[in-house]
Nanobody
Framework: QVQLVESGGDSVQAGGSLRLSCAAS????????MGWFRQAPGEGREAIAT???????SYADSVKGRFSISKDNAKSYLFLQMNTLTPEDTAMYYC??????????????????WGQGTQVTVSS
């Protein structure tokens, strides 16, 4: 059974940094796509970063240059390093995963596995 568990959310001041983690379990050796999403109150869920099995990454324009997605295959962890945070980054952050298909923030529209989310709050 696939499980994703996020951690690392916190309250920080603008300009600060956070590193989110997602512990993944239950995956087999098939081609996987993993990603980070966020959802602010009253808004839709936004795909902000993806990484495929070969390590290719993609980012939403809203986070490009500030956020970095990475993974530790040996320990089955997905990470999101967030720098230069602004109040507009305040949201619930989720990790997601699935098998095969395109792995890009713009073209990947289906995800079967989700974590429960971790809250990030950025104050000005």
């Amino acid at each position: 059974q696939v499980q994703l568990v996020e951690s690392g959310g916190d309250s920080v001041q603008a300009g600060g940094s956070l590193r989110l983690s997602c512990a993944a379990s239950g995956f087999n050796n098939r081609d996987t796509c993993m990603g980070w999403f966020r959802q602010a109150p009253g808004e839709g869920r936004e795909a902000i970063a993806t990484i495929d099995s070969r390590g290719h990454t993609s980012y939403a324009d809203s986070v490009k240059g500030r956020f970095s997605i990475s993974k530790d295959n040996a320990k089955s962890y997905l990470f999101l390093q967030m720098n230069t945070l602004t109040p507009e980054d305040t949201a619930m952050y989720y990790c997601a995963a699935d098998y095969g298909g395109p792995c890009d923030t713009r073209t990947r529209t289906w995800w079967n596995y989700w974590g429960q989310g971790t809250q990030v709050t950025v104050s000005s």
